[in-house]
C-alpha cells in the first residue's frame, strides 16, 4: 500500500457509528442538500450560474467527506482480495464500520486470517511430509545401491534394517491418510456402550511394553466409537511406551468424571514433558526430542479423534514422568 493510500485509509469516518447503511445514505442525501442550499444562499446575490456552482461544489465535497467511509472498506477489500490471488495474506480492512459494511469487513477479515493460516498448513506439511519421507528413502536407497555394487551383503541383519525403513515408510502413509480422512470429516462416528475394562485388557494385550490398568468403579462403561477410542488409546500406549522406562510399564487410570464424563489418564515415568511445550506436542511431526523414527503424527491423530468425540485432550501435572489426559462426554 503506497503512502497515498495509507494516508487517505485514516481519513475520518464520521458517519462510522451508524448501524445502518440506509441510515447512512439518507444522512448523506439530508446534509449535501443542507450544504448545497447553504452555499447557493450565501452566494445568491451573485450570477445564478456562479451561485449554483459553488452549490454543486459544496454537495460534491460534503458527499466525499461523508461517502468516504461508507466506500472506502469496499475498496480496500478489492484490494487485498487481488493481494490474496497473488499469494498475499496479510492485508487487512480497516473494520471502524457498525453497519452491513462494516460486518461483511470483519468477515472479510477473519476469512483472511484462516486462508493464511490454511497456507501456513499447507506449506509446512508439504516441507515436514518431503522430510519424513526422504529420511527413510535415503537410508533404504544407500542400503540396496551397497548390496547392488557388492559393498553389504544381504545377510538377514541387512535385511531386518531395510525392513525397518520400509514399515516407518508404511506406518507414516498410513497416519497421513488417517490424519486426512480426520481432518476431513470423512470418518463418520459410530458411538455404542462398551465395558473399558475388557476393552483396554484386549488392547493392552498387543502392546509392546507392560501396561497396568486401573479402572474406578469395576465395570464402569463408555459411550463411544470403539474403533476411534482403539486408535487414540494405541498412539497414547505407543508413545508412553517409548518414552518410559520398561521395568515400571504404562499405568492407564479410568475413572467417571463429576459431569459424567469419561476420564482416562495415561501415564509413564519417563523425562516428562515441559509446561511450555505441552501445547505444541498435539502438533504434526512433533516429538518432543524422541529419535526412535516415529511419525510424529500419533498424539495429532489422538487429539483429532477425541475432538471428533466432543472431547478434549491434554498434558495434566504430574509427580514424575508424563502423564496426558482424555476426557470423553457420555451424553
Request: with cysteine; aromatic share 4%; glycine share 10%.
Amino acid at each position: 500500500m503506497s503512502v497515498a493510500e495509507q494516508i487517505f485509509a485514516r481519513w475520518p469516518r464520521p458517519l462510522d457509528p451508524m448501524r445502518s447503511f440506509k441510515v447512512k445514505v439518507g444522512l448523506l442525501v439530508m446534509a449535501a442538500l443542507l450544504f448545497a442550499s447553504g452555499g447557493f444562499w450565501l452566494t445568491s446575490q451573485q450570477p445564478f450560474r456562479l451561485a449554483l456552482l459553488t452549490a454543486l461544489i459544496v454537495a460534491l465535497g460534503v458527499t466525499q467527506v461523508l461517502a468516504h467511509g461508507m466506500t472506502s472498506p469496499l475498496r480496500e477489500m478489492t484490494a487485498a482480495a487481488k493481494a490474496m490471488a497473488r499469494g498475499d495474506y496479510s492485508r487487512r480492512v480497516r473494520a471502524t464500520s457498525r453497519d452491513e459494511v462494516g460486518e461483511l469487513a470483519h468477515a472479510f477479515n477473519r476469512m483472511a486470517e484462516d486462508l493464511g493460516a490454511d497456507d501456513r498448513y499447507r506449506r509446512e506439511l508439504i516441507g515436514n511430509v518431503s522430510h519424513e519421507l526422504r529420511t527413510p528413502i535415503t537410508a533404504l536407497q544407500a542400503m540396496l545401491e551397497n548390496v547392488v555394487d557388492g559393498v553389504q551383503q544381504p545377510d538377514p541383519e541387512t535385511m531386518r534394517s531395510a525392513l525397518r525403513q520400509t514399515e516407518r515408510l508404511g506406518a507414516l502413509v498410513s497416519d497421513l491418510l488417517d490424519l486426512s480422512k480426520l481432518e476431513g470429516g470423512a470418518v463418520p462416528l459410530k458411538p455404542r456402550r462398551f465395558e473399558v475394562e475388557p476393552f483396554l485388557r484386549d488392547l493392552s494385550s498387543t502392546s509392546a511394553g507392560t501396561v497396568d490398568i486401573d479402572v474406578t468403579p469395576p465395570g464402569l462403561t463408555a459411550v463411544a466409537d470403539p474403533d476411534r477410542l482403539h486408535q487414540v488409546m494405541t498412539n497414547l500406549l505407543d508413545n508412553a511406551i517409548k518414552h518410559g522406562s520398561p521395568a515400571a510399564g504404562v499405568v492407564v487410570r479410568v475413572r467417571s468424571g463429576l459431569a459424567g464424563e469419561l476420564v482416562v489418564d495415561v501415564h509413564d515415568d519417563g523425562p516428562g514433558i515441559d509446561p511450555q511445550a505441552r501445547e505444541q506436542v498435539f502438533d504434526r511431526f512433533i516429538r518432543g526430542g524422541s529419535t526412535d523414527g516415529g511419525t510424529g503424527l500419533g498424539l495429532a491423530i489422538a487429539k483429532w479423534a477425541v475432538e471428533l468425540h466432543g472431547g478434549r485432550i491434554a498434558v495434566v501435572d504430574a509427580v514424575s514422568g508424563c502423564c496426558i489426559r482424555v476426557v470423553l462426554p457420555q451424553n
